[in-house]
Each structure stands twice: as C-alpha cells, then as structure tokens.
C-alpha cells in the first residue's frame, strides 16, 4: 500500500490540488459562466478548441496505451525483432490531412471572432469610454457624456460599449473574464474592443499583464446598470459639485486639509472642470464613496480610508501615492469623513450587487 502511494504520489497530489482549486473563482470573475455577447464568443471557441485538442489527445492516446498493453514482451516469449514498416504513403497522407482540417476549423472562428471583436465601424453609435491604465488603478473618461470616473466603470446592460484602452505608464491589460476577452494597453496605439453586459450586476476586472509589484492588486469593477439608471447615474455625475456639498463639522475640516495637504493636486472630487482626455495624477475621486472597492481591493469604509491615507505602501507597494504629502491618523479621519460625502448618485455598486 505504502509503495503504491509513493509511485502515484504526484497524481494524488495533482488530483487533490485540482479539486482543491476548482473551489476557486468567482461567478463574477470567471470566462466560463459569461453574461455578455463578447464573453460568449471567447467560450465557444474555448470549447472548440478543447474539444478538437482532446479529441486529437484521445486519438493517439488510445491507441498508445493499447499497443503499449497488448503488444508488450511477456515472460517466457522469445526474443525477435518484429517486421520493420517504414513509409506507407497512404498513412502519411491521411495523417498529414486530418490535422491540416483540425486546424482549419480552430483557426477560421478564432480569425473571424478575433475581427469581429475588434470591429469599431459603428462606435460612434454607442457608448465609448476612454480607458487609461496607470500602475496601479484604471481612469475611465467619458467624452460624449463629459464625465470621468476611476476604479468602478459604469455601462448600461444590454447596450455595446466600446473600450479604448492606453496606458500613462508601462503595459496593463484590460480584462473582464465575465463580459469580454482581454485585451493589451499599450502606451502608443489606442486598442480598442466592445462589449455588453446582459445582465445588471457588478463585474470584477483585473490586469493581466505583469505591471510592477502592485499588478495582483490592479482591480477594477464593471457596474451594469439599467439604461435608465446609467442615465441617471450620468446625470448625477454632471451636476454634482463637491463646493455645494453640505458638510458637518468635520468633513468641512477634512475637506480644507484634502486642499491643504495638496491632495486636491492629484485627485478631482467632481466633474465641474471635466476636460476631455485630461488624466489626473490619481483617480478621480468624484463618487469615491459608491465605489465597491477603492485602491481596487478595500471596502469603501471609513476605518479602512484612514488606513489607506496613512500608510498606502504597506497596502500597495509601489503606489505613485506614498510620500507626496504629510497627514497625521487624526487629520486622515477628518479626510476620510468628508470623502464618504462624495456620492453623487443613488445608482451605486451596491444597488446592483447583492453580495457584496
Ligand atoms: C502625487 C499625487 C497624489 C497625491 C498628492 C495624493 N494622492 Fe491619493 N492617489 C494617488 C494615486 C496615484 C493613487 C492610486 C494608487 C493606486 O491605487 O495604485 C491614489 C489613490 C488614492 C485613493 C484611492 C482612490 C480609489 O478609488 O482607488 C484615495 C482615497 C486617495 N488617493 C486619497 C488621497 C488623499 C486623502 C490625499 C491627501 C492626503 C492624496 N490622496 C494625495 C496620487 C496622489
Ligand atoms: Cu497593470
């Protein structure tokens, strides 16, 4: 028994391992339970390939495992050397066929799927969000509706929105496994894809390409709404101003310090001044208190917004934040209670998302 577990030790190990991690994932972060057009696409041809890649896989595996079992050496047979075969032009040909096939019917859907998704002919009909990557948090402006915001992405269900994606600095890319394939940022050429969600919900984006130590960290959210809540939401983000806000005490403290202490030098708290393509130094904190995560991965929350001010490196090594101002714990919670005051809109992350 001892023995036998030592020779399968790696299989047991593989096979716990795969049960272990297939507990993973989210049904919000997975390519395999799509909730949009683009994402339905890259599964079916994920399921096409696998099934030629395992049907080939079969093909010779079978056959191997049969001669290997059948055709071996037994005790007491003797010792001969088989009829040598060589060149037979018939296999050769039917060998060499069949994988030309194989390959032809992954490759023609891959080629088309892959300019299909990438086709912006009719962007101008639709919505278009100018996305900039930056180490390590996502900007999304939008032009035609003169608003940007950071960290959460805002789209209407059942609509295409295109995505033009740059980066300020190195190479990200743009990855919403539920809603659409992933797709390179790269500091020169705008790439751009579409995609659609067809279902309200708050869908969770990573970047997936190695950006620097905080790349794990790197998160953003899709938040699909309703159309007439996306429109509202838009509304609320034209018209709110952070000036007519009505503070108590504190936030009005906080709200002189986040001036004072220069942070108002990186981050926008509205779109009153909203520019087209302008890209603030850090994210635009206009509806920084509807966010569903903020630095991508922390709860909005005041207790953890002071963490974030405080100590931001221990939190994201690497950030482009740490060191650019001086605050005591005292003068971050101030801070803190006036950014849960910007919320512009009732349409939020959590008014989608039930499980948060
Ligand atoms: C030099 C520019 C700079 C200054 C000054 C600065 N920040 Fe930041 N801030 C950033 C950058 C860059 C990020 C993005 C960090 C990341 O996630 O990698 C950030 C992130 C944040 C976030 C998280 C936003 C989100 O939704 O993810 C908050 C909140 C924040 N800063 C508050 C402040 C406060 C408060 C101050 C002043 C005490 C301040 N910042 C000063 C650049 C700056
Ligand atoms: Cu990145």
Same mark, same amino acid.
């Not at 060589?86 to 194989?102: A, D, F, M, R, S």
């Not at 390959?103 to 009909?125: C, G, Y």
């Not at 779109?271 to 603030?280: F, K, V």
């Not at 919320?343 to 998302?353: L, M």
């Given at each position: 028994?001892?023995?036998?577990?030592?020779?399968?030790?790696? $299989?047991?190990?593989? %096979?716990?391992?795969?049960?272990?991690?297939?507990?993973?994932?989210?049904?919000?972060?997975?390519?395999?339970?799509?909730? =949009?057009?683009?994402?339905?696409?890259?599964?079916?041809?994920?399921?096409?390939?696998?099934?030629?890649?395992? $049907?080939?896989?079969?093909?010779?595996?079978?056959?191997?495992?049969?001669?290997?079992?059948?055709?071996?050496?037994?005790?007491?047979?003797?010792?001969?050397?088989?009829?040598? &075969?060589? =060149?037979?032009?018939?296999?050769?040909?039917?060998?060499?066929?069949?994988?030309?096939?194989?390959?032809?019917?992954?490759?023609?859907?891959?080629?088309?799927?892959?300019?299909?998704?990438?086709?912006?002919?009719?962007?101008?009909?639709?919505?278009?969000?100018?996305?900039?990557?930056?180490?390590?948090?996502?900007?999304?402006?939008?032009?035609?509706?003169?608003?940007?915001?950071?960290?959460?992405?805002?789209?209407?269900?059942?609509?295409?929105?295109?995505?033009?994606?740059?980066?300020? @600095? &190195?190479?990200?890319?743009?990855?919403?496994?539920?809603?659409?394939?992933?797709? @390179?940022?790269?500091?020169?050429?705008?790439?751009?894809?579409?995609?659609?969600?067809?279902?309200?919900?708050?869908?969770?984006?990573?970047?997936?390409?190695?950006?620097?130590?905080?790349?794990?960290?790197?998160?953003?959210? &899709?938040?699909?709404?309703?159309?007439?809540?996306?429109?509202?939401?838009?509304?609320?983000?034209?018209?709110?101003?952070?000036?007519?806000?009505?503070? @108590?005490?504190?936030?009005?403290?906080?709200?002189?310090?986040?001036?004072?202490?220069?942070?108002?030098?990186?981050?926008?708290?509205?779109?009153?001044?909203?520019?087209? %393509?302008?890209?603030?130094? =850090?994210?635009?904190?206009?509806?920084?208190?509807?966010?569903?995560?903020?630095?991508?991965?922390?709860?909005?929350?005041?207790?953890?917004? &002071?963490?974030?001010?405080?100590?931001?490196?221990?939190?994201?090594?690497?950030?482009?934040?740490? %060191?650019?101002?001086?605050?005591?714990?005292?003068?971050?919670?101030?801070?803190?209670?006036?950014?849960?005051?910007?919320?512009?809109?009732?349409?939020?992350?959590?008014?989608?998302?039930?499980?948060?």
């Amino acid at each position: 028994m001892k023995k036998w577990l030592g020779k399968f030790k790696t $299989l047991t190990l593989l %096979g716990l391992l795969t049960i272990v991690l297939a507990g993973c994932g989210k049904e919000n972060l997975t390519a395999l339970a799509p909730k =949009g057009g683009s994402a339905d696409t890259s599964l079916y041809l994920i399921i096409l390939t696998t099934t030629v890649m395992s $049907l080939v896989f079969l093909a010779v595996v079978i056959p191997f495992v049969i001669v290997l079992l059948r055709f071996r050496k037994k005790k007491g047979d003797a010792d001969f050397i088989p009829e040598q &075969v060589e =060149g037979n032009q018939k296999l050769e040909t039917i060998w060499t066929i069949i994988p030309i096939i194989l390959v032809v019917i992954m490759a023609v859907p891959t080629v088309l799927a892959t300019f299909e998704l990438a086709d912006d002919a009719d962007a101008s009909e639709h919505i278009n969000i100018n996305v900039t990557g930056n180490q390590y948090w996502w900007h999304f402006d939008y032009e035609d509706e003169e608003i940007a915001t950071s960290q959460d992405m805002y789209i209407p269900v059942d609509t295409k929105v295109y995505v033009h994606l740059i980066t300020s @600095d &190195v190479l990200h890319s743009f990855w919403v496994p539920t809603l659409a394939g992933k797709l @390179d940022v790269n500091p020169e050429n705008v790439n751009t894809m579409f995609m659609d969600a067809q279902e309200e919900g708050v869908y969770y984006g990573k970047c997936a390409e190695l950006c620097g130590p905080s790349h794990s960290l790197m998160d953003f959210k &899709v938040v699909a709404v309703s159309e007439d809540d996306f429109d509202t939401w838009v509304t609320d983000m034209q018209d709110f101003d952070s000036e007519e806000l009505e503070l @108590d005490a504190i936030a009005t403290e906080g709200q002189e310090l986040f001036d004072s202490k220069s942070c108002l030098s990186c981050h926008a708290t509205d779109n009153q001044e909203y520019q087209a %393509g302008s890209l603030p130094i =850090g994210p635009d904190l206009t509806s920084f208190a509807d966010r569903s995560r903020f630095a991508g991965i922390l709860l909005p929350t005041e207790e953890n917004l &002071v963490d974030w001010i405080v100590d931001p490196e221990t939190i994201k090594p690497g950030n482009k934040m740490t %060191g650019a101002y001086d605050v005591t714990e005292e003068e971050a919670e101030k801070i803190a209670h006036y950014l849960m005051q910007l919320s512009p809109s009732d349409v939020t992350a959590d008014s989608v998302d039930q499980e948060k």
